[in-house]
């Protein structure tokens, strides 16, 4: 990796009279993370690219698009750096991974914890970030929409599916993401999976589904 790739954002620091330990505070992340991140040899982890856009000022997706290699531009800034209040209102969220959750229930998943925006859980209508979950998606049943390794914000606080969209299921005590259509009429539905080579499962009696929640975001794992 490069020493100059985050060149800019040493001088951008040094501008706005920003130091590494106001910067690991602003992305919970350890300082000497910081400091590996400024000198290239690394990058910003997926879960740190909408905290470091927010506390920097940043375009979230050209910041997105620099930060995997996409893109050599370097991000704009959307105006002038304010450091008081931007760390406030952060909560934090859970991360699980799907595919060690046979027999488990989420609360016995997580695998680790990550900060989230309150003000960006608003954005999404969400009114409480504690019904928010990240999954870590496994297999390719739901590709191209959800690959394996990809980021899946899921609002548990939807367990009745009222629409069609995309749900977290327990299927067997297994957990799996898959498209909901709903037959209102008869009370029935499809779970389907967006790779054709896996067919659709009906479901005579959508009260018997047991649903853990609706996907909200798909943040999609770039390797």
């Keep these: 990796m490069s020493e100059q790739k985050w060149k800019w954002l040493r001088d951008y620091m040094q501008k706005h009279n920003i130091n590494q330990q106001q910067v690991a505070d602003a992305l919970q992340w350890k300082?000497?993370?910081?400091?590996?991140?400024?000198?290239?040899k690394r990058d910003l982890p997926v879960t740190k690219v909408f905290l470091a856009s927010r506390f920097f000022n940043l375009d979230l997706e050209e910041?997105?698009?620099?930060?995997?290699?996409?893109s050599k531009k370097i991000p704009s800034a959307k105006g002038n750096i304010v450091l008081d209040n931007k760390?406030?209102?952060?909560?934090?969220?859970?991360?699980?991974?799907?595919?060690?959750?046979?027999?488990?229930?989420?609360?016995?998943?997580?695998?680790?914890?990550?900060?989230f925006s309150a003000a960006f859980a608003q954005q999404l209508n969400i009114s409480e970030t504690s019904n928010l979950k990240i999954i870590i998606a496994?297999?390719?049943?739901?590709?191209?929409?959800?690959?394996?390794?990809?980021?899946v914000l899921v609002n548990t606080s939807i367990n009745t599916p009222q629409n069609n969209g995309l749900y977290l299921f327990n299927i067997?005590?297994?957990?799996?993401?898959?498209?909901?259509?709903?037959?209102?009429?008869?009370?029935?539905?499809d779970?389907?999976?967006?790779?054709?080579?896996?067919?659709?499962?009906?479901?005579?009696?959508?009260?018997?589904?047991?649903?853990?929640?609706?996907?909200?975001?798909?943040?999609k794992h770039i390797a």
């Design 31 to 40: 300082k000497p993370r910081i400091s590996e991140l400024l000198s290239g």
């Design 63 to 70: 910041l997105t698009k620099y930060n995997t290699g996409l």
């Design 87 to 115: 760390i406030s209102q952060i909560a934090y969220i859970d991360v699980i991974d799907s595919a060690n959750t046979k027999g488990k229930s989420l609360k016995n998943t997580v695998i680790d914890q990550v900060p």
């Design 138 to 151: 496994s297999g390719d049943s739901m590709s191209p929409t959800i690959n394996d390794r990809d980021l």
């Design 172 to 189: 067997k005590d297994e957990l799996f993401i898959k498209r909901l259509s709903l037959d209102k009429f008869s009370g029935s539905a």
């Design 191 to 219: 779970i389907i999976s967006d790779n054709n080579f896996y067919p659709p499962i009906k479901i005579n009696n959508i009260k018997k589904l047991s649903c853990l929640g609706k996907i909200i975001f798909v943040c």
